[in-house]
């Protein structure tokens, strides 16, 4: 355990897919006056620095972020120029070294005046640590609390939330298959706890059976408690490098998908507009594309 570090993957298309759909339901739910709880159950260091060691080493931010302001679409969604506008405004205007991850992308938009409040969870040792000292620049006050716990245990005593309007963002690395289970019974009992709570999943694309079952899992939960839901994937597909003789490739993450309880009714809409012009500027090749399905 342990050996996952969101800061090799900040940015990347995963991020890009994941941060969309949240800034688009973040902002769906700040529009009524009661006050917002937004959980983060796996939160990582909240902040990255598009230039280091780690970023640099991937790549992996130069087929996500990095990518798509370089080639924003001239007729861009609204969806992606919210992305890029937030993704700016943490730059404060000069140039793009750093990404927000999940806890700065929802700070952003939460409201102090309507007491929203964000729980972050985050369980490694040295990324807890940066989400604390990241948050603390914030000086957000009371608005955001972090804490070195299990973020699947921690929901439990947060749901319902007072004001019954909440958020949660369930994106665990995966590293250990055991997650994919535990994604599944953490969102039977937090429906049972808060039913009308909004619950975002990302979840990676993979050749392994536990996430190739994982959206028909959801799927079954949703449709059994009687909860609409939304489903997208995005697919970059595969680069066709020119490989030179004795060299391993390693292709990493292509497709990811996001699911997604109780959506905001404009999501829908909204993805569809924005998902073909994702695959547009950071598709590859063999294997991109993107899906979009909702029920309930
Ligand atoms: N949500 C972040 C974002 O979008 O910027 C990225 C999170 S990363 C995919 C997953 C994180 O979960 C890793 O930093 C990992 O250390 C952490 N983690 C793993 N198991 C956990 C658990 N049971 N509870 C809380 N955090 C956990």
């Known amino acids: 355990m342990f050996s996952y570090r969101h800061a090799f993957h900040a940015g990347n298309h995963a991020d890009v897919l994941k941060h969309l759909v949240l800034i688009a339901t973040v902002k769906y739910l700040t529009q009524k006056p009661a006050a917002l709880m937004v959980v983060d159950t796996h939160a990582g260091a909240g902040l990255y620095r598009l230039d280091d060691d780690f970023v640099a080493a991937s790549g992996e931010a130069n087929d996500g972020i990095l990518k798509l302001a370089a080639h924003v679409p001239a007729d861009a969604s609204p969806l992606i120029s919210d992305y890029l506008e937030l993704v700016r405004a943490i730059n404060r205007g000069g140039g793009l070294r750093l990404y927000p991850g999940s806890p700065f992308v929802v700070q952003h938009l939460l409201r102090q005046e309507a007491r929203d409040r964000l729980k ?25 609390s972090v804490a070195r716990q299990d973020g699947f245990e921690a929901l439990k005593s947060l749901l319902p939330p007072p004001s019954r309007r909440g958020l949660v963002l369930i994106d665990p690395s995966y590293e250990i298959k055991s997650d994919y289970g535990r994604v ?21 694309i993979i050749p392994r059976p536990e996430a190739h079952e ?8 949703a449709n059994q408690a009687h909860k609409p839901w939304l489903h997208a994937t995005l697919a970059i597909g595969q680069a066709d490098v020119p490989q030179e003789p004795g060299q391993e490739r390693r292709p990493g993450l292509t497709a990811s998908g996001i699911f997604i309880f109780n959506p905001p009714h404009t ?21 991109q594309g993107h899906a979009l399905e909702s029920g309930g």
């Open 120 to 144: 972050l969870f985050e369980m490694h040792p040295t990324d807890s640590k940066a989400l604390a000292a990241h948050v603390a620049q914030l000086e957000a006050g009371r608005q955001v």
């Open 214 to 221: 994982l959206p028909r899992r959801l799927k079954t939960i």
């Open 267 to 287: 999501l829908k809409p909204a993805l569809a507009q924005a998902l073909p012009q994702l695959v547009q500027v950071l598709g590859r090749g063999r294997g």
């Open 184 to 204: 599944v019974a953490c969102l039977q009992d937090a429906l049972k706890r808060f039913a009308t709570g909004t619950y975002a999943v990302w979840y990676p």
